[in-house]
C-alpha cells in the first residue's frame, strides 16, 4: 500500500494574514496572523491554516495559472448575500499561480492587472448581477 501523503509536494510554512473574519471550508476563522501550509500533489492544493501549533481551517482546491506573479500574499473572497466573505482563492507572492478553493456554486474571478499595486487595502465592492443576494467578490492582501 502506497502513502500518498508521501508523493505530495509541501511548500514550507508561510505567515498568513487575514485582515478580516472569513469563512473557510465552513468554519469561522477569525482576522489575525496564521501559518499558512500548502500540500500539492499535480494540479490539487491543500492550504491549512494554523494558530499557535493549533490546526484551524483546511480548504481544498486547485492550483491555477495565471499571466501575473503576485508580489505579496492575497486571497479573493466572495461577499455573501449576510454580509460574511468566504475564501476563493488564495494568492501567493512570487508565484503566478493560484488556489481556487473548491466550491459549491460558480466562481467568479479577477485578475490584477499586471502593474497595478494592490498594497493593504480591499478593493472591490459587491457587484451587481454577480449572484443571488447581491453576491460579490473582494480583493486583499
Avoid: C
Avoid at 482576522?31 to 491549512?48: D, I, K, M, P
Avoid at 480548504?59 to 495565471?66: E, L, N, Q, S, Y
Amino acid at each position: 500500500m502506497t502513502n500518498v501523503s508521501a508523493l505530495a509536494k509541501v511548500i514550507p510554512p508561510r505567515p498568513f494574514y487575514l485582515e478580516r473574519d472569513v469563512t473557510v471550508n465552513g468554519a469561522l476563522v477569525p482576522q489575525g496572523l496564521y501559518s499558512l501550509t500548502v500540500e500539492s500533489q499535480g494540479s490539487s492544493a491543500r492550504a491549512t491554516l494554523w494558530k499557535e501549533g493549533r490546526f484551524v481551517a483546511t480548504a481544498h482546491g486547485t492550483w491555477v495559472r495565471h499571466g501575473v506573479k503576485y508580489v505579496q500574499d492575497a486571497v479573493l473572497l466572495r461577499v455573501n448575500a449576510d454580509g460574511t466573505r468566504s475564501l476563493t482563492e488564495i494568492r501567493l507572492a512570487g508565484s503566478t499561480k493560484t488556489i481556487v478553493i473548491d466550491g459549491d456554486g460558480p466562481v467568479q474571478r479577477s485578475t490584477p492587472a499586471p502593474d497595478r499595486d494592490f498594497g493593504n487595502s480591499i478593493t472591490g465592492s459587491p457587484a451587481p448581477g454577480t449572484g443571488p443576494g447581491g453576491a460579490g467578490f473582494s480583493l486583499w492582501g
